[in-house]
């Protein structure tokens, strides 16, 4: 008995002398671009499996020179054991992957066009005869799409993540119709053009905002999009089995006139960010909007109208690709700082799904995985603070529903542009060393600073509650008050103080919950 103590005594002071890798007495340095080609070997692999690649992200995040150099190693575009000449390959199947998709976009809106007007001529209002839209696209095309579903990343061919013990929810807007994905099934419904959707705003953050912080569920009649109680309880899986199994192009001309208007109201923050991108021409911006069918855009400069020309083709390319989760409001949020950096599509794209592998369960109808997370987020504040966790449990808080937006569009509206990307940076790092196998490497190398998780963010939003504890104990007495709080702390908030609160958090509390 006294070995086994001793032992879990030594267990607990190594875990307790693990050094956080944004303690506030660490000075923070990105990865440079001199280091990261020193990080290669002569034939373009990354040196050590690519060890000392993700410490290094981990610890400090990416130049903004080289970020669109070293993102696709984060993100699974490639893998972080490939020659040059791999990544070339997949590259160019990639391109020609994303071409494809676009290929079936128009296809599909061309024949939806043509049913309306079919539907028009006859007098009859429905779309209903516009038929799965799977049956639009040629035997080729859909070939393509099944290669591009199974080789999201060159790491094993995964599929997308479907982890069953891990689904995470929905919040945003989808199709009426229900749908299937390859191996789980959820009926999906439509809040048609959000509230304030249909006027023109150039930079309509508290219209965005109200769209996240809504309940997930909400019953506001849109026009012929009401969603009822009935339409709820139908999201049991044995019922959604005996429903439609396919999509019509009613659907993807739902989600596209959506994503249109995100498009436009998208904000123009990213601009300093991308100044070649900033820089577009009027006659470029106005070619692509057109390729892709956006109107009413007048009211923007060339700048904005390229970038949401750029978000609407590769947010409609992934409702092709992932058509069980289509489009939701929200996932534009989570591409805006994707295409700022990448400036080629089909790259963009790919990135987008390889950040979306993770994050595309938050916008699941059924709420599994979002209730999962708020769960782990209340947990995390139960182990670390009683007297908090009480305080909430007296103010019917404790399900912790007032930290939503930071869950669904990761910190994207609390944090500064510039340093949601360091944040997402040193979470895409934590996943790519699981992902890649280094977190159980020889010795735990890794874990002298950190150990990596997939739920780094959560413990950050746990530490972003647990710093304002004394706040939200003595001021506050509604959950309402608290979600004010929260939706507040744009441009208040320190990320590296927040990962060095979440690193204690991991590192004390990770084993147990």
């Not at 267990?11 to 990080?39: D, E, I, N």
């Not at 994905?181 to 809040?191: F, I, L, Y």
Request: aromatic residues 8%.
């Amino acid at each position: 008995m006294a070995g086994i103590a001793l032992a879990a005594t030594v267990v607990y002071s190594r875990r307790g002398s693990l050094k956080s890798p944004w303690s506030r007495r660490r000075k923070k340095h990105a990865l440079l671009p001199k280091q990261w080609k020193s990080f290669f070997t002569p034939d373009g692999k990354l040196t050590d499996g690519g060890l000392k690649f993700l410490k290094k992200v981990r610890s400090g995040g990416v130049d903004p020179r080289i970020r669109a150099e070293v993102w696709p190693f984060l993100l699974g575009v490639y893998n972080v054991n490939s020659s040059m000449e791999e990544r070339e390959s997949v590259k160019n199947e990639k391109r020609k992957e994303y071409e494809n998709l676009r290929k079936q976009c128009r296809r599909i809106l061309t024949h939806s066009d043509k049913s309306f007007k079919l539907n028009e001529a006859s007098g009859n209002s429905s779309t209903e005869s516009s038929g799965d839209f799977s049956q639009v696209l040629d035997s080729s095309g859909q070939g393509d799409v099944a290669s591009a579903r199974e080789s999201i990343s060159t790491e094993g061919g995964n599929q997308l993540a479907k982890d069953p013990d891990k689904p995470v929810g929905h919040q945003g807007v989808q199709s009426s119709k229900s749908c299937e994905g390859d191996d789980e099934k959820s009926e999906v419904t439509c809040e048609d053009a959000c509230a304030g959707g249909e006027t023109e705003s150039t930079d309509s953050d508290s219209s965005e905002d109200a769209d996240i912080t809504r309940p997930l569920l909400a019953t506001e009649v849109t026009g012929e999009n009401y969603v009822d109680e009935s339409a709820k309880e139908s999201s049991s899986p044995s019922i959604i089995e005996n429903k439609s199994k396919s999509h019509t192009a009613e659907d993807f001309a739902t989600w596209q006139r959506i994503i249109r208007l995100d498009a436009v109201r998208a904000n123009d923050e990213w601009i300093i960010y991308s100044p070649s991108q900033a820089d577009v021409s009027e006659i470029k911006a106005q070619r692509l909007a057109e390729s892709v069918g956006l109107k009413d855009y007048d009211h923007l400069e060339p700048c904005r109208i390229f970038h949401a020309s750029r978000l609407v083709a590769i947010l409609e390319a992934y409702a092709v690709y992932d058509p069980e989760i289509g489009y939701c409001q929200g996932m534009s949020d989570l591409l805006t700082p994707i295409i700022s950096v990448m400036e080629e599509d089909h790259e963009a794209f790919w990135c987008f799904v390889g950040f979306m592998k993770k994050a595309r369960h938050n916008f699941r109808l059924d709420e599994a995985g979002i209730r999962r997370q708020l769960g782990l987020v209340s947990k995390i504040i139960k182990c670390k603070d009683v007297p908090l966790y009480r305080h909430l449990e007296k103010l019917q808080a404790e399900d912790c529903f007032f930290v939503y937006r930071m869950v669904v569009v990761l910190f994207r509206r609390e944090l500064s542009f510039e340093d949601t990307l360091c944040l997402w940076e040193v979470m895409w790092a934590d996943q790519a060393a699981i992902r890649a196998g280094i977190a159980k490497s020889a010795g735990g190398r890794m874990r002298l600073r950190a150990p990596p998780t997939d739920d780094l963010l959560l413990y950050a939003i746990a530490a972003c509650v647990l710093q304002r504890r004394k706040l939200i104990i003595e001021k506050y007495s509604s959950m309402e008050e608290i979600m004010r709080e929260c939706n507040s702390m744009a441009g208040r908030l320190d990320v590296w103080k927040l990962l060095d609160d979440a690193h204690d958090l991991v590192v004390n509390l990770h084993d147990k919950i």
